[in-house]
């Protein structure tokens, strides 16, 4: 057995239905032949199956199905992936989640999602003018109105589902317009992931050499500041989750669940981080291809970061192998001393390596992209972390902060 790690599964690769302007992965097409079929065979899945199971030493495994737009597999495809979960489980607990863009969703797939318990993860973005911003369809057509669609089969098929909401350069200075709306439509668990992405440091290259549009992630000195148009401010993403927590610390503690709250919370209990780009080390979160390809994160699904390929090697050894470990323990041995220094190291831990190319005080781009935010976000919220921590740790609930007077910042 090997320590725990989980792995996004692209089982249509980076095929996708939308056309959304901050896609980061729509053009990992470019990765494989052009015009070859992005769908994962039948004994890529079965190997990847019984390896991800046998290799985790734990009562519960969880599948993660992501995309491009994995509904685009149809199915036929998922239910013969929990046939082999049921069949390889060796009375292991098997969870499914699933991320959608959520247009795709009728009964059928509602009924199926809720029968076998997969938790639905749809990505919105904010009320219909924020969300249709730069989520469109292939044909720039907006997509707000096919997503709550699908949000209402949900509902109608009581399948468990959270939001994931992309905070980019238009959204970002509209918090609470956002946060109340997810409320409105049912979300209780909400994700506000910011979006970063620089531009290459030169022109693609030709002479047969892959060319990809968004740079990858900084690396051997190519770190640049230059970031997309939609990416957000690095002092923005820290405002907007400020004015959210402040409604929510007087409002909807205990009632609404949001993802990097309550891993700040863990954070100021002393607990391992219950999010990777706070740890102090990665590595233990891979990306598997439609193909069986294994790269070493989501975002950094690049030719220097594939790791190895689930039909020809164990998953098990390539989790632990030295690029994996290597991998893995950089974040940690490449912080700044700008980060070792700071008083919100222990919740914050230099955040993603990827977000890594802003200038440090040393003079290298080492330093978060988005410090600015996380320094802001984590001060903030000190007084209140340290009051709700006091109050779960003497057994009571942490909702009680709403009936206190709040704390002196």
């Known amino acids: 057995m090997t320590t725990p790690y989980h792995i996004m599964t692209k089982p249509a690769g980076s095929a996708c239905n939308l056309d959304c302007t901050y896609c980061f992965y729509l053009e990992k097409e470019k990765l494989y032949d052009r015009g070859a079929t992005t769908r994962m065979r039948d004994d890529v899945l079965e190997r990847y199956v019984r390896q991800y199971i046998e290799s985790q030493d734990a009562p519960e495994v969880t599948f993660a199905w992501q995309g491009g737009e994995p509904t685009l597999m149809g199915l036929a495809y998922y239910r013969k992936a929990v046939e082999l979960q049921k069949q390889y489980a060796g009375g292991r607990r098997i969870n499914n989640s699933l991320q959608t863009n959520g247009t ?7 009924d199926f999602l809720g029968e076998n318990g997969f938790l639905v993860g749809v990505s919105i973005d904010g009320p219909r003018e924020l969300h249709d911003h730069y ?4 044909r720039s057509r907006p997509t707000f109105d096919s997503v709550m669609r699908g949000i209402e089969t949900l509902q109608r098929n009581k399948v468990e589902f959270n939001t994931l909401t992309v905070v980019n350069r238009h959204n970002s200075d509209h918090p609470l317009e956002v946060y109340r709306f997810l409320k409105e439509i ?5 994700q506000f992931i910011p979006i970063v992405e620089r531009l290459p440091e030169r022109a693609p290259a030709k002479d047969g050499l892959i060319q990809l549009s ?5 690396r051997d000195g190519q770190r640049r500041l230059d970031v997309t148009e939609w990416s957000v401010g690095p002092s923005k993403y820290g405002e907007f989750l400020v004015a959210i927590f402040d409604e929510w610390v007087k409002r909807d503690v205990g009632a609404t669940f949001v993802q990097i709250f309550d891993v700040s919370l863990g954070a100021w209990m002393g607990l391992p981080a219950g999010l990777c780009v706070h740890a102090p080390t990665c590595g233990r979160g891979l990306a598997m291809e439609h193909n069986g390809d294994v790269y070493a994160c989501d975002h950094y699904v690049y030719p220097e970061f594939h790791v190895g390929n689930v039909m020809d090697a164990e998953l098990a050894a390539i989790v632990d192998g030295d690029a994996m470990r290597k991998f893995g323990a950089d974040k940690l041995d490449l912080l700044p001393q700008d980060c070792i220094e700071c008083d919100v190291r222990f919740a914050c831990n230099g955040d993603c390596p990827k977000h890594r190319f802003r200038r440090s005080a040393s003079g290298k781009r080492d330093l978060s992209y988005l410090c600015p935010s996380f320094k802001r976000f984590f001060t903030h919220i000190d007084p209140y972390m340290r009051i709700m921590a006091d109050l779960v740790r003497s057994g009571r609930p942490a909702a009680q902060i709403m009936r206190m007077r709040p704390p002196a910042e």
Not at 104 to 110: P, Q
Not at 135 to 138: A, H, P, T
């Open 104 to 110: 795709l969703l009728d009964d059928e797939w509602g």
């Open 135 to 138: 989520r469109v369809d292939k």
């Open 186 to 190: 049912g979300s209780t668990f909400l």
């Open 214 to 218: 968004l740079a990858s992630p900084p």
